[in-house]
């Protein structure tokens, strides 16, 4: 099984790539952000009680959102792998997604981090917000906020997987193809 976390600061293009990576290698990928809308649209017990902590601007505890990914690698038994995305955050949730996986009898294969230089991240997602109707993309003191706050949050996953030997940085700069061989380069190796 190939149970990869993909990470990347806001802009990096997890999101296409994850949607390449999940067909190239019949891989499940579990967007945490995905699985929170389609549990409170779908007014579930656990989007519910997500929703109840972001209505007040908390974090979901990792406990209601370890629940959520649990439904969802239990709705895909017998999948090739997973591709996380956005999940985990903390070295708390690190380890409560290898608990999860362990009783699955599986584990984390690799954290494949897309690096991109904070000036082409902001760019893109100007770009991106002229486009998307998101708003957080439109404004550029926000999107500098959010690129800061994830290395302030990933700089400790960083090391985490690092300590497993299972950290691995990929440029990804330059055209879609060409950041998918990289990636398909570090996959293919874990797979050999």
């Known amino acids: 099984m190939t149970n990869l976390v993909l990470f990347g600061p806001p802009g990096a293009g997890k999101g296409t790539q994850a949607d390449i990576l999940k067909e190239k290698y019949q891989l499940i990928h579990i967007s945490t952000g995905d699985v929170f809308r389609n549990n409170i649209k779908n007014k579930t017990e656990l989007g519910l009680n997500a929703k109840s902590y972001m209505d007040k601007g908390q974090l979901v505890p990792d406990e209601v959102t370890i629940k959520m990914l649990n439904a969802e690698v239990d709705k895909n038994e017998g999948a090739k792998g997973f591709i996380f995305d956005g999940f985990p955050r903390t ?46 993309d439109a404004d550029e003191s926000v999107i500098r906020n959010r690129i800061k ?10 090391e985490y997987y690092k300590k497993q030997d299972k950290y691995y940085g990929v440029d990804g700069v ?7 061989q990289r990636l398909s380069a570090v996959i293919d190796k874990l797979q050999a």
């Open 91 to 136: 070295a708390a949730q690190a380890d409560a997604l290898a608990e999860l996986l362990k009783l699955k009898n599986t584990e984390v294969t690799a954290m494949i981090a897309l690096e991109v230089d904070d000036e082409i991240l902001v760019d893109r997602l100007l770009e991106r917000g002229k486009t998307s109707g998101r708003k957080d």
């Open 174 to 180: 330059g055209s879609i193809e060409e950041i998918t």
């Open 149 to 158: 706050v994830y290395y302030n949050e990933t700089a400790v996953l960083k």
